[in-house]
């Protein structure tokens, strides 16, 4: 089961700069586990979050032509834990663009306050990678950019449209 670690997106500056929101809620499967008493977000989540905006804002610049995978993760700074109740800001900005692969800074802001930083490292499949060429049995045709993540770039375009509209009209 593939998870979506983001609850939508609140800004969306095309080819730069994206934010989205994640409320974390004692509903989620994994306060129950991690941990009982001290519902905490584990961190590797939070990445995956920051991953999830930062893919799509870097998805949307290639046109969505390049499979854009989390490939590493340079740096990682958290001052504290993220406890169920709380809602979580992502913002991730791009650094570089290159043919094999994107640097995106990452950061976690909570109730205006920057609380963590991450930088990511995307790589760039190419339009011709499969997922069943790194398996070795069939896979979806583009299982990075998935129906499951269409509504959010739906609303990320949006948002951009939103916003160069507003500034057209401020000049």
Known sequence: MRWIWLD???????????RSIKNLSLAEDHFAQHFPGYPLMPAALIIEGLAQTGGILVGE???FKEKVVLGKVLKARFDRDFLAGETLEYEAEIIMVRPE?????????????LEAEV???FAHLGPSWSKSEAAGGAGDDNFVFSSELR?????ARRLD???KKAKAAAN
């Open 8 to 18: 939508g997106f609140t800004a969306f500056e095309s080819g730069v700069k994206a």
């Open 61 to 63: 610049k290639l046109d």
């Open 101 to 113: 692969g994107s640097t995106v800074i990452g950061r976690v802001f909570c109730e205006g306050k």
């Open 119 to 121: 930088e990511i490292f």
């Open 151 to 155: 509504s959010f770039i739906n609303q």
């Open 161 to 163: 449209a939103q916003a």
